[in-house]
């Protein structure tokens, strides 16, 4: 298990991503400071592997004691002050399995874990008891920072965040703005209303790209679970959609967070080596199939790209059912022999302005055909035949001339561009 140094001035460039197989993703530092508008704990893809929206930004935590409030998280406000001092207490970070930390606090460690169910996009944090001296009726309280935004824009206080959650039996659900998915959360706690805005977060790394770098995130409340001495963890299972585990009691949401993590554990010990399994966090879904995504954390997947990583991410890799699959999917969008460059976060049309996305696909296509040679029932005649007419599509869109000019010239090479407007 691969362990790092965690100084507040070092780890904020540590960073780390988790998957959740459908586009989106949470990601943060090994120091807990968000550095980037990308940085989240519940970034959801609302038409995977497209739509990407933040919901829940990120979390303040405090182990609490009858007689003390001991932060254990940290955030950096404009113009550059970092409070409160949580970030002090990380003993260690750990990003295998997934993101782990552990924390010193007076004696005792606790292990904080946060875990992206792939699927699903179920986002498990937890705290637990690791060793040390708890004193009695102590307590995790966690005020979580929201949003309802575009993963690329940034938030600002207004009078329209729905501050006021419904209550679900364990779970609490909010919907930030009108016609956004639903944030959910499952808790074996209590919850306290107490909203707030917290202003200013500074993110140093759009800063550092010249772009706006502060941003208020609404905070509903305070989530209060009790945390016992034995290990059992104080539990948040976060969630957006329809697809959300449901519980009425908080020993059910433990054991749900628990099963994830369980599960999660095995998939990922089924990946040869970790090359593998970060792989795989590229390959996620579009509609009733497969694409890649080929670049966290603002790429989809666009043409030229996917095409280039797939045969890396999947026929390097010996996955070719998974290349299969997006090479079917993708066949369906051969339009003048063209394939898309980009599918837009919004839904619209697809964008059809790339010279070499088409010719990337044809490559593929031979590869895949080429290894299918030692696989027997890889490749069907209808699965064949369906790769083999796209590509016959780009071709002869290809010598007959597309758009932006991209036409075969008469010396047999390719030629593209038409005068500027």
Avoid at 6 to 26: C, K, Y
Avoid at 303 to 310: E, K, M, N, P, V
Wanted: one cysteine or more; proline letters at 6%; glycine letters at 10%.
């Amino acid at each position: 298990m691969r362990e790092m140094s965690t100084h507040v001035d070092l780890s904020v460039t540590n960073e780390w991503l988790e998957a959740d197989g459908l586009g989106g993703f949470a990601s943060g530092t090994a120091a807990g400071i968000r550095t980037r508008r990308y940085h989240a704990l519940l970034l959801t893809a609302t038409n995977p592997p497209t739509g990407r929206m933040v919901l829940v930004n990120g979390f303040d935590a405090w182990l609490v004691t009858p007689d003390r409030r001991i932060p254990l998280t940290s955030q950096r406000y404009a113009p550059g002050i970092v409070h409160p001092d949580g970030a002090s207490r990380i003993a260690r970070f750990c990003p295998e399995p997934w993101p782990a930390w552990e924390l010193e606090i007076e004696g005792i460690r606790l292990r904080q874990e946060i875990v992206v169910e792939n699927g699903t996009g179920v986002v498990v944090v937890s705290f637990r008891v690791v060793s040390g001296e708890l004193p009695p009726n102590a307590s995790i309280e966690v005020r979580l920072f929201m949003s309802g935004r575009d993963y690329h824009s940034m938030h600002h206080e207004n009078g329209a965040f729905g501050f006021a959650p419904e209550e679900r039996g364990a779970e609490l659900c909010w919907r930030a703005y009108p016609g956004l998915p639903e944030i959910r959360v499952l808790t074996n706690g209590t919850y306290v209303h107490a909203p707030e805005w917290y202003r200013n977060f500074l993110y140093e790394a759009e800063r550092a790209r010249g772009l706006d770098d502060t941003e208020d995130l609404a905070s509903p409340g305070i989530i209060r679970c009790d945390l016992a001495a034995d290990g059992t963890p104080a539990v948040l299972v976060l969630s957006s959609g329809e697809s959300a585990p449901w519980a009425e009691e908080p020993e059910e949401v433990m054991r749900i967070g628990e099963g994830i993590r369980s599960s999660e554990a095995a998939r990922r010990q089924t990946f040869e080596t970790p090359l593998h399994r970060a792989a795989d966090a590229y390959i996620v879904r579009r509609g009733e199939g497969s694409t890649i995504v080929a670049g966290y954390p603002w790429f989809t997947d666009w043409g030229r790209d996917t095409f280039i990583a797939l045969r890396g991410l999947s026929l390097a890799t010996g996955r070719l059912e998974v290349a299969r699959d997006i090479l079917v999917q993708w066949a369906e969008v051969v339009s003048e022999g063209m394939l898309p460059n980009r599918f837009p976060d919004g839904g619209e049309a697809p964008e059809y302005n790339s010279v070499d996305a088409a010719l990337w696909y044809v490559i593929t296509v031979g590869e895949l055909l080429e290894l299918a040679k030692t696989r027997r029932r890889l490749l069907t005649r209808a699965v064949s035949a369906r790769m083999r007419d796209a590509v016959q599509q780009i071709l002869a869109g290809y010598m007959a001339g597309t758009r932006f000019g991209i036409r075969m010239d008469d010396d047999g090479l390719l030629a593209a561009g038409v005068p500027a407007m």
